[in-house]
């Protein structure tokens, strides 16, 4: 029956022509239509395409060919393939004077281009013609083409006359003026804010249809700032009553419903200026009231502005009586058969509980029956709105609903939100940590990569700080239990990168702390947790670290370590690795190693992450070796700014430097910057930056010729065999002394102002006051995101609560601890390099083991006095301590966040 | 704000397409493949709205045609579904009990009642009455012009005779 009616229909248009095409397009719609296959369709689309590519360039093509053509291509767009070669032939086309062939000529082109396509300036000028044109159709057309096609840069080419356009008599070209004026607006807000008042007598259009074409506009600009529009609010409720009395002409019913979509839109503008506004508020009442009661709950429109009518009353000031009203109406969409409703009722409770949070609970079976439905779209919104009504006593439930959830989708999109969301949950009302740490697993687990590296830096951080609490045997109860839950995820193939990171880093740390696995059995596994990853480098990082700590605290306890052949084979290939970040953890862990038992334990002491670092940001350590310079003839530090002052001062540089220097003169480049092939020849570009600034001081001191010297000091740094920073260190022994002492005096300001901004000797954390007024901020502001702390201030959870039921569907802050304090780049090891002096690490820890004999006795008491918190240190060679002291920091997986401070060592080499 | 429309078949074959946000034809083609694939199994009795990379579809099936339209997760789904709703009136009106095959062969026709309903991804005009007058004050031009093109190849043909 529906072929024969389809075959009837064909006739029919046969017979009229239908609109001029031809026999031939109609045939390849059938055609197409027919196809039997994606392949057969495909097939015949590109045939055609090739035909028109040969058509449409054949000289004088009649325009109504061309016209046909030009649907053609229309056509073969929409089916999803490249018709980029008609365009220009499309734009041609609104060049014609036949309304006819002009408007598909428009209409082609709103479809293919973009507002940014390169061919929109041949038409800028057609509009800007059509645009005065006397034929309101010819305007109208145009119209259409501006909404779609002007860009930021040509609004001004067209702005005056569509300004002009705003008081042309025919309605039609009005409304559509205003359109292209609110689309304007939403491109760039600046270009038409000088038109606010021109929208406002447009509300008061005769025509209805402009009118609401003007509420499009205003509903966006108020979204922007809501003052200007303030005294808006008596004027826009009375166009509503208007609407609502029916006194909107007839045409704009629609099913028996006056003007809905009017009232839709005046709605949502009310909710933006009643928000927190009493005064308009009050105003809204009467109104509002008489929507609800006048609004036709059984058909779909009126329930649309019923809805409507819920959200503004959310939004607005609150009103008791009115809100009665509005939680009925959810309930009536809660108990409808119909889905939509449903799915409207579940969105209008979670707007109506962040006002009444009881009402919620009469919903309770409702709720339930969405949540087990098997409408996805339903359960997703169910989903939301939980996450909107959790507390601490029900955290658990919801989190497992999610987390069930999220196992069964496989859309990465919300995939993504819904786990962050689980995160913020369990970070928010974690009852245990226990339940934290088996939550976070699951997730990292379902949702693996898609997890922020944040989450794992707090996972890390909470299980190394426990509770919080001075119970110390409850947190190695904690990690004990960790390590045996990682342990056996181990087992399973297939884990993501972030959560193998998170299990290497607490292996590492905590994997032979309660002493039930050998450090064999746990370096076994973190080769094996290599040999699954074989191409992830961040991750080889987390295992050699480990690895380096474990073997630490074996020798540190005063046993051999033996490494098993994997892992050796695992060291050996690293040496070469590509990464010089790997490549230095690998040279640090042999250094370590080959270091005595008494060194090792202060550098990688057991358990030791959370423990403070002090650093001593002034070197006052140097100051013994600062003044011995000085009487030993050395010049007094100069700061770079006195230098420059200076101008000539070139008595510092060698001979055979200013001899070279006068060869080589790049006038242009006087800003040091990271020559390309040393950036591409090493990932590292922090490290690298270091050693360019270095190198420049140097060249200033010595020749005032910053350039050539840069230049010669990046191929030193980072050519391999000619590397020989011995030679570059001691080259200014005097240097280094004089900066350290003024930099410790005068410039101290200047100093610590950078020091604090970004440590390149990180400290672990900041000195201990700091972390309890951020332990403070953080239980205080939403986010208890340790149950340990949330266990340890149940005032501030409850005030959590409180404040979270006014407003639990926007967290003001992100789901974890806002206030990141410094522990939190402590694991990083994401994209940063560890910032030590641009020296050679290893080759300065060499220096620091082969000592002379004076040194090595004391090498010892020096890293005490360097990690002694307070105290100063006044003795021993500062390069080594401060390298001791950041490679303590380094070894237990702390990465300096200093990436950004090149500047520091300015004046330390100065 | 409407990001595009979007007609497709109950075999997911594309009818008409509007894009009222950026796209580039990749992520045009990338969002109806997953669009037909998230809405054309679904039952009858779901509702018609699906979440989208954050934005919401909301879709109302023809006989054999799907009405989608991708909304804001802000906007209104009901009111998304009257507009639909809207168009297919408006159609319904023009072509006289409208069907699919008066879509597929006169698509830039229902690309131009598109354009008298919404704009820029807003609804402009919600007087069925006004949007018919448009098209039939359009229509009757082109009419005329057809009048003259023939009576101007009369004119020629004669003229050559």
Same mark, same amino acid.
């Given at each position: 029956m529906e072929q024969l009616k389809t075959i009837g229909r064909e006739l029919a248009m046969g017979s009229q022509g239908v609109w001029g095409s031809s026999k031939e397009f109609l045939e390849l719609v059938k055609t197409i239509g027919e196809a039997k296959s994606k392949a057969e369709e495909e097939r015949i689309v590109l045939a055609e395409i090739e035909s028109l590519k040969r058509r449409i360039q054949e000289p004088d093509v009649p325009r109504k060919k061309m016209k046909e053509y030009i649907m053609r291509l229309v056509y073969v767009e929409m089916l999803g393939h490249d018709a980029s070669f008609g365009y220009i032939h499309a734009v041609k086309m609104t060049h014609d004077d036949n309304l006819l062939l002009k408007r598909s000529g428009y209409l082609a082109v709103t479809l293919f281009l973009n507002e940014d396509h390169d061919l929109i300036i041949l038409i800028i000028n057609t509009i800007q013609k059509d645009l005065k044109s006397d034929n309101y159709l010819v305007c109208c057309a145009a119209l259409t083409a501006v909404c779609r096609l002007i860009n930021e840069e040509t609004i001004p080419a067209v702005l005056p006359q569509i300004v002009e356009l705003l008081n042309h008599q025919k309605e039609l070209v009005r409304k559509k003026a205003v359109m292209a004026l609110h689309r304007f607006f939403q491109r760039s807000p600046s270009t038409v804010s000088h038109l606010f008042p021109a929208f406002q007598e447009r509300l008061c259009d005769r025509d209805p249809s402009v009118m609401s074409a003007v509420l499009c506009a205003l509903y966006d600009m108020i979204l922007v700032n809501v003052k200007p529009f303030k005294h808006l609010v008596a004027s826009l409720v009375s166009i509503l009553k208007q609407a609502v009395e029916h006194r909107l002409p007839k045409s704009y019913d629609y099913h028996r419903t006056p003007a809905p979509f009017v009232q839709i839109k005046l709605l949502k503008i009310l909710a933006l200026l009643g928000t927190g506004d009493k005064a308009a508020s009050e105003n809204m009442f009467n109104v509002l009231g008489d929507i609800l009661k006048r609004s036709d709950s059984t058909s779909n429109i009126g329930n649309a502005i019923l809805y409507e009518c819920v959200r503004t009353l959310t939004s607005i000031y609150t009103n008791p009586r009115l809100l009665q009203n509005a939680a009925e109406i959810t309930a009536k969409f809660l108990k409808s058969d119909n889905h939509n409703l449903k799915y409207m009722g579940i969105d209008a409770l979670g707007r109506l509980i962040k006002i009444t949070p009881e009402c919620a609970e009469n919903h309770q079976l409702a709720v339930i029956d969405c949540l087990e439905d098997p409408d996805d779209t339903l359960k997703r919104k169910t989903l939301d709105l939980l996450y909107k009504m959790t507390k601490a006593n029900n955290v658990e439930v919801i989190v497992e609903r999610m987390v069930e959830y999220i196992r069964n989708i496989s859309d990465n999109h919300y995939k993504t939100e819904i786990s962050s969301r689980v995160i913020e949950l369990a970070e928010r009302y974690a009852p245990s940590n226990q339940w934290f740490i088996q939550t976070m697993n699951q997730v990292f687990e379902i949702a693996g990569d898609l997890v922020p590296q944040k989450v794992a830096h707090d996972l890390m951080r909470l299980i190394a700080e426990g509770a919080g609490e001075e119970d110390e045997d409850a947190d190695s109860h904690l990690r004990s239990s960790a390590v045996q839950a990682y342990l056996q995820i181990l087992k399973e193939p297939k884990l993501p990168s972030i959560l193998l990171q998170v299990i290497s880093w607490v292996l590492g740390e905590y994997g032979i702390a309660d002493g039930s696995h050998s450090a064999e059995f746990i370096i076994g596994k973190l080769c094996d947790i290599v040999a699954t990853r074989p191409g992830d480098d961040k991750l080889k990082g987390y295992v050699v670290s480990a690895i380096t700590k474990i073997c630490a605290f074996e020798k540190a306890a005063g046993q051999t370590v033996d490494l098993i052949p994997e892992c050796v084979s695992f060291i050996e290939e690293l040496y070469a690795s590509h990464s010089t970040d790997l490549q230095q953890r690998i040279y640090e862990f042999h250094a370590v190693l080959k270091l005595d038992r008494d060194t090792i334990a202060s550098i990688l002491p057991m358990d030791a992450s959370c423990e403070d670092i002090e650093v001593d940001k002034d070197l006052s350590f140097l100051n013994s070796f600062v003044e011995s310079a000085l009487a030993n003839g050395s010049r007094p530090y100069l700061s770079d700014n006195e230098r420059r002052g200076m101008g000539a001062m070139t008595t510092l540089a060698s001979n055979n430097d200013a001899g070279t220097s006068s060869l080589l003169r790049f006038q242009p480049y006087e800003k040091p910057s990271i020559p390309e092939p040393a950036a591409a020849l090493v990932t590292a570009s922090h490290y690298s930056q270091d050693a360019i600034d270095q190198h420049d001081i140097y060249s200033k001191s010595s020749s005032n010729d910053g350039t050539r010297l840069k230049l010669e000091g990046v191929q030193k740094k980072w050519g391999r065999p000619t590397y020989t920073p011995e030679a570059q260190v001691p080259k200014n022994p005097i240097n280094i002394s004089d900066s350290v002492k003024v930099s410790s005096s005068a410039a101290g300001k200047e100093a610590s102002s950078r020091n604090s901004s970004a440590p390149p000797y990180t400290e672990r954390k900041q000195p201990s006051q700091e972390i309890s007024a951020e332990k403070k901020k953080l239980a205080a502001s939403l986010f208890g995101s340790k149950a340990g702390e949330t266990k340890a201030k149940p005032a501030a959870k409850l005030q959590q609560n409180g404040t979270s039921k006014k407003a639990p569907a926007k967290p003001t802050s992100p789901p974890a601890p806002a206030p990141a304090p410094p522990p939190a780049d402590l694991l990083d090891l994401s994209d940063s390099l560890p910032q030590i002096p641009s020296v050679d690490p290893v080759d300065q820890l060499a220096d620091l083991i082969s000592v002379d004999s004076s040194a090595a006795t004391s090498t010892t008491s020096l890293v005490e006095q360097v990690l002694d918190a307070g105290k100063v240190a006044t003795k021993g060679p500062s390069p080594q301590a401060s390298l001791q002291k950041d490679s303590v920091s380094r070894q237990v997986g702390v990465t300096p966040s200093g990436g950004t401070n090149p500047d520091l060592f300015k004046d330390l080499f100065g | 704000m409407i990001r595009f429309v979007l007609l497709i078949s109950r075999q997911g074959k594309v009818r008409l397409t509007k894009w009222y946000s950026p796209y580039t034809q990749k992520e045009r083609l990338k969002a109806i493949r997953e669009l037909s694939a998230l809405i &054309? #199994?679904?039952? #009858?009795? &779901?509702?018609?709205f699906v979440e989208w990379k954050g934005l919401k579809v909301v879709y109302k099936r023809y006989a054999s045609l799907y009405f989608c339209i991708c909304v804001d997760s802000e906007d209104n789904e009901l009111d998304g579904l009257e507009v639909i709703h809207h168009y297919v009136q408006v159609l319904d009106r023009y072509f006289g009990n409208v069907c699919e095959l008066d879509l597929i062969f006169n698509f830039h026709k229902a690309y131009f009642i598109l354009d008298e309903i919404l704009i820029a991804g807003e609804l402009q005009e919600s007087s069925k009455k006004s949007v018919s007058r448009v098209i039939s004050a359009q229509d009757t031009l082109v009419e005329n012009a057809k009048e003259q093109a023939s009576s101007l190849s009369n004119m020629i043909a004669q003229a050559t005779k």
């Open positions: - | &054309l #199994p679904r039952g #009858p009795k &779901l509702c018609n």
